[in-house]
């Protein structure tokens, strides 16, 4: 991976990570059209890269970050099924993180449920609602649905946003409680993935860590940038223009890799 790529998918980040398009799933994309995304290194860098991300929600939301201790504990709550699932399906899903057909069939089947999910969910709350109000059964239930985003392709924004939504969260509440659920994931995920990749032998190189610090830095910015237009947009438009999208992604994709370039790269 070279600067110009890191900075290429660093901007993909910090623009889909709140999208409920998958982050993960356009960086996948786009790595395997730069033939790198085979790369034991690029696979590290698609995950640090997302805290970066994450953490403009602190700067953002900091004050909603320290009003309770409440609000922590329904983090944790909420945080848990993602910390079993990832330690028990690692192995796996490090190989799915390697094909972009499995990336295109989630697109597909995640566009169909968000041109229904507005009618499916049609919360009674209002936008005003704060996420101390939410319960830790609510807590628990959103952080089920957070998991289906292990599967590449699937959004971890657009899974929690849906799984609030069905618990009678506003799209804002929803929304907003994805986002602080985004900081202990991403940042376990982080670790996790630091972990493996020293434990397998590798060791960074000078010009591999100036990639994750420029990757982190780009995806910051962009994402200060990309989550107060989606806040505002959701609200006033819900989810069909974001399954469209990915219902023509998801075709375009799968059109690329059996009728033009073969995109899988296992």
Same mark, same amino acid.
């Given at each position: 991976? #070279?600067t110009?790529?890191?900075?290429?998918l660093a901007i993909?980040?910090?623009i @889909?990570? !709140?999208?409920? *398009?998958s982050s @993960?799933?356009?960086?996948?994309?786009? +790595?395997?059209?730069?033939?790198?995304?085979?790369?034991? !290194?690029t696979?590290?860098?698609?995950?640090v890269?997302?805290l970066?991300?994450?953490?403009? /929600?602190?700067? &953002?939301?900091?004050?909603r970050? %320290?009003? +309770?201790f409440d609000?922590?504990?329904?983090? /944790? *709550?909420? %945080?848990?099924?993602? /910390?079993?699932?990832?330690?028990?399906l +690692?192995?796996?899903?490090?190989?799915?993180?390697?094909?972009?057909? @499995?990336?295109?069939v989630? &697109? &597909?089947?995640g566009?169909?449920?968000?041109?229904?999910?507005?009618?499916?969910f #049609?919360?009674?709350t209002?936008d005003?609602?704060k996420?101390?109000?939410i319960?830790y059964?609510q807590a628990?239930?959103?952080?089920l649905?957070?998991c289906?985003?292990?599967?590449?392709? *699937?959004?971890?924004s657009?899974?929690?946003i849906?799984?609030?939504?069905?618990q009678?969260?506003s799209?804002?509440?929803?929304?907003? !409680?994805? %986002?602080?659920?985004?900081?202990?994931t991403m940042?376990g995920? @982080?670790?996790?993935k630091?972990y493996?990749?020293y434990k397998?032998?590798?060791? &960074?190189?000078n010009?591999?860590?100036?990639?994750? =610090?420029?990757? #982190?830095? *780009?995806?910051f910015?962009?994402a200060?940038l990309? =989550?107060k237009?989606f806040?505002?947009?959701?609200t006033? #438009?819900g !989810?069909k /223009?974001?399954?469209?999208?990915? $219902?023509?992604?998801?075709?375009v994709?799968?059109?690329?890799? %059996?009728?033009?370039?073969?995109?899988?790269? $296992?």
């Amino acid at each position: 991976m #070279n600067t110009l790529q890191a900075i290429i998918l660093a901007i993909i980040e910090g623009i @889909t990570e !709140f999208l409920p *398009v998958s982050s @993960t799933g356009h960086m996948i994309i786009a +790595s395997s059209f730069f033939g790198i995304a085979h790369d034991d !290194f690029t696979k590290l860098f698609t995950i640090v890269i997302q805290l970066g991300a994450i953490l403009s /929600v602190v700067i &953002l939301y900091f004050k909603r970050f %320290f009003q +309770s201790f409440d609000f922590y504990f329904k983090l /944790v *709550v909420a %945080f848990i099924p993602a /910390v079993v699932l990832g330690l028990l399906l +690692s192995d796996i899903i490090d190989g799915l993180l390697e094909n972009p057909v @499995t990336v295109a069939v989630s &697109l &597909l089947i995640g566009g169909f449920i968000l041109l229904k999910v507005d009618q499916w969910f #049609n919360p009674t709350t209002t936008d005003n609602e704060k996420e101390k109000e939410i319960t830790y059964q609510q807590a628990f239930k959103i952080g089920l649905f957070q998991c289906l985003a292990m599967i590449p392709g *699937v959004s971890r924004s657009g899974a929690s946003i849906v799984g609030g939504m069905s618990q009678k969260l506003s799209r804002t509440s929803a929304a907003e !409680f994805s %986002f602080f659920l985004a900081v202990p994931t991403m940042l376990g995920a @982080t670790v996790k993935k630091c972990y493996d990749y020293y434990k397998d032998g590798f060791v &960074l190189s000078n010009d591999q860590i100036n990639c994750l =610090i420029i990757g #982190n830095i *780009v995806a910051f910015i962009v994402a200060l940038l990309a =989550i107060k237009t989606f806040i505002g947009f959701l609200t006033k #438009n819900g !989810f069909k /223009v974001f399954g469209y999208y990915r $219902i023509l992604a998801g075709i375009v994709l799968l059109i690329i890799h %059996f009728f033009i370039h073969p995109l899988t790269i $296992i």
